[in-house]
DNA sequence: TTCAATATCACACAATTGTGTGAGAAAAAC
DNA sequence: GTTTTTCTCACACAATTGTGTGATATTGAA
């Protein structure tokens, strides 16, 4: 018997799950709730086998949800259920710790398979969403407008160091040139790479995989 | 008719594949080289609709060749064949451009398959290896040895901010505080997550996935 | 209720970063 | 073989960051 908790801020939702899980044996709804709150809230007391978890909810969305429950309960599968116009943060779902996704719209035989895998630790996905999340993961290399500016090999030496957290004094000792010099790579790289500051110029350093 | 390219170190694999797309009527197969470098001679040259490449190879590996590939012709469909140990680096094959992912193993009704969506630009993978690609994605979290540090709401926030390189100044006045507070906190930050400076934080936050 | 953690602020000061301007030598590109 | 880019350095100065020390109010947990 798989226990199961459904949160989803829209009634019709909770309605529409807990009748078409009705004549299975092996499920069984043991709560139903409308925000994230309400789930740790839950979870704390009462024993859960698989989270069916609402993407949107207000007060703690799925996402923050899946985090926390997780802490609670790392042992606890989570489905997320989405719309298909959510796909640039399917990935967060994972890294947050969910076991799967299930679209909304995905017809009575899949939620039941689904919430059977994700009850044995199997990850569940929809291949439709699945396509969405690469697409959005090769979107990545490219997080600004246009191609990685041109770094002199000089400049990516200097970049490397600062986002190894050295010093100018000690960038310069290492390449063994002034703080002058140091400081004027630095310069030119910021006019390169447009930003404000260091942590820009390491921010855009890791998004270019030069570190 | 489909143009392939096969790249792979290993004759027999060359020589395998060819000949499960012998009798096919809309593959041809152009090409069959061992290495990237000869991937990337080869389509500067000659049209090619769909790369095979095999991940693992000398002088060129299937990354930097997918890298490499997609500058010299956009438009090119990259199949990638692994086999099923290489789960931690699916993402970077998307990262790069591919257009999918095969195993080694796969059936020749899938190989050919596969070909056609890539052929159309379809997204191509296997269940199997894209649940791998996931446990990698939720792995991700921690990088590094140990857990992350507990880090409050407040300085989240402001961690946040100075990774959108904004100034002390700038934050306080964001967040309505003083840039004394502002420093308080950046000075917690530095004590919990053992940062020098700015950069190693943010590069701490991103690693953490809290930016 | 008491205690620990959080969030707030002040003042002072050293260290570091970022900017403006100018310039010479070496290496690479043409 | 000339031109451009890269790498080097200097000096000065404003802006920002990071540190040390101490303090108060609020909150949430024990």
């Known amino acids: 018997m798989i226990k199961i908790l459904l949160a989803d801020d829209h009634q019709i939702m909770l309605g529409g799950i807990s009748a078409m899980l009705e004549n299975e044996k092996e499920i069984e709804v043991v709560g139903a709730v409308s925000n994230g709150l309400e789930v740790l809230e839950f979870i704390k007391n009462k024993e859960v086998d698989v989270l069916l978890l609402d993407l949107q909810m207000p007060v703690m969305d799925g996402l923050e949800t899946t985090m926390h429950a997780k ?107 002034s703080t002058n010099t140091v400081a004027t790579h630095k310069r030119n790289l910021f006019v390169k790479m447009d930003a404000k500051n260091s942590v820009g110029m390491v921010k855009m350093a890791i998004d270019w995989g030069w570190i």
Chains 1, 2 share one sequence.
């Not at 009575?108 to 969403?129: F, N, R, T, Y």
């Not at 999340?133 to 490219?142: F, G, N, R, T, V």
Request: aromatic residues 4%.
């Open 71 to 177: 802490k609670l309960r790392p042992k606890l599968n989570i489905l997320m259920l989405t719309t298909n116009d959510e796909g640039s943060i399917i990935t967060s779902i994972f890294k947050k710790g969910a076991t799967g996704y299930l679209l909304k719209s995905a017809s009575k035989s899949s939620l039941i398979q689904g919430i059977k895998d994700a009850a044995e630790g199997k990850k569940v996905l929809s291949s439709h969403l699945t396509a969405i999340m690469i697409d959005s993961l090769s979107e990545k290399p490219s997080p600004k407008k246009g191609e990685a500016p041109p770094i002199t090999k000089r400049e990516l030496e200097v970049l490397q160091l600062i986002a190894e957290e050295f010093t100018t004094q000690e960038i310069a000792d290492k390449l063994f040139v």
